[in-house]
């Protein structure tokens, strides 16, 4: 759809790699690597530690065999998928897990993989589902023991100084991840979908360094970049989707997705700065717990909601797209409101339930998102 | 002035040639391994029977799982989901039909139309065969029957049991474990056919019937599975008076008229 510039065909390149040249690069120069699944992890403490936070991922791993007899054929596939990496030696490269309680599909994927592999680091950052002023103490004191626990085990002192030079290194990658969203979402979008995925996900699997140099090297390629030659302006939101070939076939059929609410899209940056707490590390557990925008959160429905439709708006589309993994409990009963809610507001929707990686599945899902193409015109 | 519509599905594929809308010729064959196969096989073939050209069609649309394939090389101009093109088919042969039920090889589709026969909305199985042709051919062979018998030896069934599962695979587990009882071929093939209406029911329950209703594909030509579907409904269901499995590449050909027609 559009022309590719030298900084985006090395992020896709790298992307494509679950051990992508700069986590080799790292490794080999002695330093350790700790991987973390959920966007409630608050990475900056890691990388103030000096290890590189690298958000798990299974880049549309379709195999499952290893993982199937550890979880049920009834766990989420993405987490199946994830487990089967981390089992069959891809992520040898990893130091240590951090398992949060996303869900329990994925809790249950940590606890197993730690189980067979036995980590020497395995730490578990238990973050409330609801957000109150007594949650938020807990999550203080969780915090507190993250720090600590990654601290100690590394002999590492995670000084405040270097975790505020770190939240700054982070908040500037947010800014220019929002400035990459604008040339996404524009009247005249210089960047896909699936390309503006593969920016994301290669931003939580390498340092942050690496990362702001290549942000503004795509920047800069894409800000006069004009993409045409497609029928409709789509939103993607839902589940844990890493799949870049996924959003790639609904490009195919020229729905053009312009922007999203992934949890390994905008909902891993979009998170608003917070001002003003002396503590750092105080002011990364209001950051991420009051901006949490999970399915996994109670009673906050409506921050999700308005979040999507703040999107919606945004970028002008056409029509939405939510898309859940079978057996995700969270994203499948959240969807079926979002449907209701972004129909309310004139926003045709089309619901997709898929196996994660299933590339069996894909023309039927291709068949669809064309349908809906031809149905909103 | 000729029209074409290609439709390759998962197990049978359609070429149709329409003139002022309506139907010219029609080919339907089993599909080949290979989409541009199994569209050289029907439109070519048709076009060969005809004494006709590929140049002496004005314009070419393709649907069904091969369509990209097709207009990938040059065979047709244009490719439309299968799902709008048996919208079309239907309302193009019946002008008050406003739902279609489609169900073909290896998926089912409740499609709803407006007055021009252009799509409204839309439902489809997920990835799974049960209520689709696939699951009756599978258990068409399970009885030791073909497929086009499993309909009309239904309508002999007196006590047809009932069938505690929908998927394919259980169900022919089930299957055989009542003709080991001695359940008989018709009573098993009502409750086949039963059991299929009934997946199909709960798709159409979600986007709901608006008159008339159609039934399109394959499946279409089993009567005891209309009959079921009949029931469910509450509606008689319009008959296409063609056979409904060319109904998708009758829409493709209408759609392509459509496009570059007079």
Redesign the interface.
Known sequence: MGPRGKAMEEVIRQSEMIENDYVKKWKSEGKKVLGYTCVMTPAEVIEAAGLLPYRIRALGNPHTEMADAHLSRFNCSFCRSCLQLGLDGTYEFLDGLIESNGCDHLRGMFENWQYVKEFDFFHYLKVPHIMTRDAMEYFEGEMELYRKAIGEYFEVEITDRELLRVMEEYSLIRDKLRVLYEIREGENPGMTGAEALAVILLGSAVPAGVFLDLLDRVIEERRDTDISGYRARLILCGAATDEVDFIREIESVGGLVVTDALCYGSRAFWTVERGGEEDPLKALAHMYLENLLCPRMFDDYYSRRDYVLAAVSRANVDGAILVHNKFCDVHGVDNVQLRMDLEKNDIPVLQLEKEYGAKADLGRIKTRVQAFLEKIG | MLFGGIDVGSLTAQAVLVEDGTIYAYKSIPVRPNPLESAGAAFGNLLEEKGLKQEDIKYVISTG?GREKIQDAKVAQEN?????CHGMGAFSLVKDVRTIIDIGGQ?AKVIKVDDRGE????V?N??CAAGTGRFLEVMAKTLGVTLDELGPISQGSRNPPEMSTRCSIYAETEVIHYLQRGVSREDLAASINRSMAERVMALVRRVGVEREVMMTGGVAKNIAVRTELEKSLNVRMVNARIDPQIIGAYGAAVLAQRERGA
């Open positions: 799982y439309v989901s299968e799902i709008s998926d799509l409204v909305d839309f489809m997920d990835k």
